[in-house]
């Protein structure tokens, strides 16, 4: 899927300038002399800076707006599996409240979401971005990679000890405005595929199109990368074969303690982030993508009574096709005790998990008293249910509807 869009961009980026003439934002290029038209009178205008799918550098510049009615902007990126970063100079307009792109072969488009940020998105509803306004001085005088992160990055300090060594965990918090204290969402990352590449447990993982949407209803949004993962200290070690070199373990055996390692760092983090001072002491909203998804499930039956909601996108703990069929079953009913609705999405075609095996998985939670909402969504490319989670159009609505209840709840 990241290929092609980086195909696209170097298709579309014609603009490019010489390196004398461009300044580097991080690896994200910016022409010399931008001048942002204070005086136009337009909550677009601005300098503003985030990510394409919580991973590639992105800034839009809206300077003003032309005699026509026609917005002046530099559209900017940073590197690319194919490359250096690119920019152009285009046109947009103001559409139905969005900020679209003039060109017909690049009618990426914007709107304000309620947060004050910016959220962007291809008509092929297959990218987003999310961005924050900044001010430009403060930018071209510090030009680093920090302005692409929209959540604060943190260490927190938990119980957890290895070899001695108390282990801190990698976080990315994203506040609402507001003086708080705010409700807490933590978001649980998945696995590595199949656990055999150990660069990918060094990848950090957000999402900054589901942090808004909470942020937008009040919640303070943290994702924690548990031990090895993402930066944090420890050994990543959940449920591998005794041979690592071979990745996840299909054995029971060995798989089921994997998960409640994984309990054991996400009430680490959930500790840990209840001492902020900005989280208030109410229940919390557990969500996950994948593997994470069962970790919020056994995080609300471990604690029910401190559980707000529960929302499971694709969850599963190993693979339809090898792991060992009590495997998925077990963990589901790990949710008991929760009095509450499990929000589950799932995309079909997931090379994963099949709507049919998920639906048997989900039966669990329905048999041990829960309840459970399955929605199910087609995600347009071929066999990419899995990530479901990265086409934000697909849930927002299903996931705002559901906030609404649970909020409403006494």
């Excluded at 990126?77 to 103001?94: F, I, P, T």
């Excluded at 204290?181 to 660069?199: D, I, K, V, W, Y």
């Excluded at 919640?219 to 070199?245: C, H, K, M, N, T």
Aim: aromatic share 12%; proline share 5%; charged share 25%.
């Amino acid at each position: 899927m990241r290929p092609l869009f980086a195909f696209a961009l170097a298709i579309c980026l014609t603009g490019q300038a010489r390196a004398d003439e461009t300044i580097l934002i991080g690896d994200a290029p910016l022409p010399v002399g931008i001048e942002i038209r204070e005086a136009e009178n337009s909550p677009f205008i601005g300098v503003w800076t985030g990510t394409w799918d919580s991973w590639r550098s992105h800034i839009l510049v809206v300077e003003g707006v032309d005699e026509e009615g026609l917005f002046d902007v530099v559209y900017s990126v940073g590197r690319s599996q194919y490359g250096g970063g690119n920019w152009l100079r285009d046109k947009a307009r103001e559409e139905n409240g969005n900020l679209v792109f003039s060109d017909e072969g690049f009618a990426a488009s914007y709107t304000l979401s309620d947060t004050g940020r910016l959220r962007g998105v291809f008509p092929t509803g297959d990218r987003f971005a999310v961005l924050e306004r900044q001010d430009l001085s403060a930018v071209l005088a510090s030009p680093s990679d920090d302005w692409f992160q929209i959540g604060d990055r943190e260490f927190l300090v938990t119980d957890i000890t290895e070899g001695g060594e108390t282990i801190e965990l990698a976080v990315a918090i994203y506040v609402p405005s507001g003086d708080g204290p705010f409700p807490l969402a933590l978001f649980h990352h998945g696995s590595t595929g199949s656990g055999t590449n150990e660069r990918d447990f060094e990848w950090f993982f957000t999402n900054d199109w589901f942090a808004d949407v909470l942020n937008a209803h009040g919640w303070i949004v943290a994702f924690p990368q548990r031990r090895g993962r993402g930066g944090s200290d420890g050994l990543y070690d959940e449920g591998f074969a005794e041979d690592r070199s071979q990745g996840y373990s299909t054995e029971a055996r060995l798989s089921l303690p994997g998960a409640e390692r994984a309990l054991i760092d996400a009430n680490a983090a959930l500790a840990a982030l209840r001492e902020r001072p900005d989280v208030s002491d109410g229940p919390v909203l557990f969500s996950g993508v994948s593997r994470g998804g069962v970790v919020a499930l056994m995080q609300a039956g471990d604690q029910p009574e401190d559980t707000a909601g529960v929302i499971n996108f694709v969850g599963g703990w190993t693979t339809e096709s090898r792991g060992d069929p009590d495997i998925n079953p077990t963990l589901f009913r790990r949710v008991e005790g929760y009095e509450g609705t499990v929000l589950s999405i799932y995309g079909e075609d997931d090379t994963f998990y099949s709507i049919d095996h998920s639906r048997a998985n989900l039966a669990q939670i329905e048999e041990v008293s829960v309840e459970s909402e399955l929605h199910v969504v087609t995600v347009p490319e071929f066999n990419r249910g899995h990530w479901v989670l990265w086409w934000p159009l697909l849930w927002e609505e299903t996931v705002e509807d559901y906030l609404l209840r649970i909020e409403s709840r006494p």
